[in-house]
């Protein structure tokens, strides 16, 4: 089971770190993802972080104003945002892969456990 929290309103500039605990033991052994879903948008990838936190894999729209981040000691996984715009505001989802495989991370189907979603509002 994954959870996210740390979601809500922010004015642009502003900045929102979300968190996604799962449950279970197996956690080191999942890469994460983030994905965000806007209003009458598709699903679209974030970021992802592989099982160890050695690698992490951004978007183009967030590249170097989100960090994301993971605690396998604490079973959790951060997206830090930054620098926030309003194209930003969507519902973000964590998702877990069992994959080893780059391409695969930036892939919401290869993905196997999903969060509910969090709401993120980024006002101008």
């Known amino acids: 089971q994954l959870v996210e929290s740390g979601g809500g309103s922010v004015e642009a500039g502003g900045s929102l770190r979300l968190s996604c605990a799962a449950s279970?033991?197996?956690?080191?052994?999942?890469?994460m993802g983030w994905f965000r879903q806007a209003p009458g948008k598709e699903r679209e990838f974030v970021a992802a972080v592989i099982q160890s936190g050695a690698n992490t894999y951004y978007s183009d729209s967030v590249k170097d104003r989100f960090t994301i981040s993971r605690d396998n000691a604490k079973n959790t996984v951060y997206l830090q945002m930054s620098n926030l715009k309003p194209e930003d505001t969507a519902v973000y989802y964590c998702?877990?892969?069992?994959?080893?495989?780059?391409?695969?991370?930036?892939?919401?189907?290869?993905?196997?456990?999903w969060g509910q979603g969090t709401q993120v509002t980024v006002s101008s």
């Open positions: 279970g033991r197996t956690f080191s052994g999942y890469a």
């Open positions: 998702a877990a892969s069992s994959t080893y495989t780059t391409w695969r991370l930036y892939v919401g189907a290869q993905y196997d456990y």
